[in-house]
């Protein structure tokens, strides 16, 4: 298993977004585990076909969400369910 913290901003100018597609090679990414401070649609809708990859390969996904401070969406919560 491999562990990896990814924090943000990155110094270097990436985003989470490449980071995480990076690994969605074939083979890269078995399982994904993730907790975030919130859910949005319009953030999983681009994560979303990498993440039915995985799952679709027999990977299993995982997240822990939070939900206060007003930054999670009811649409984003059920996509995180449904994505999950």
């Known amino acids: 298993m491999n562990v990896r913290f990814i924090g943000q901003p990155f110094e270097d100018g990436s985003n989470l977004y490449e980071v995480l597609t990076g690994g969605f090679e074939p083979g890269g990414i078995a399982n994904l585990s993730a907790a975030v401070a919130w859910a949005k649609r319009s953030g999983l809708r681009r994560l979303e076909g990498a993440l039915r990859q995985i ?12 939900i206060d401070e007003r930054g999670a ?6 996509m995180a369910m449904d994505l999950f």
């Not at 027999?58 to 969400?65: A, D, I, M």
Request: aromatic share 0%; no cysteine; charged share 35%.
């Open 55 to 66: 799952r679709d390969g027999g990977g299993r996904t995982q997240l822990v969400v939070g």
């Open 73 to 78: 969406t009811e649409e984003g919560l059920r």
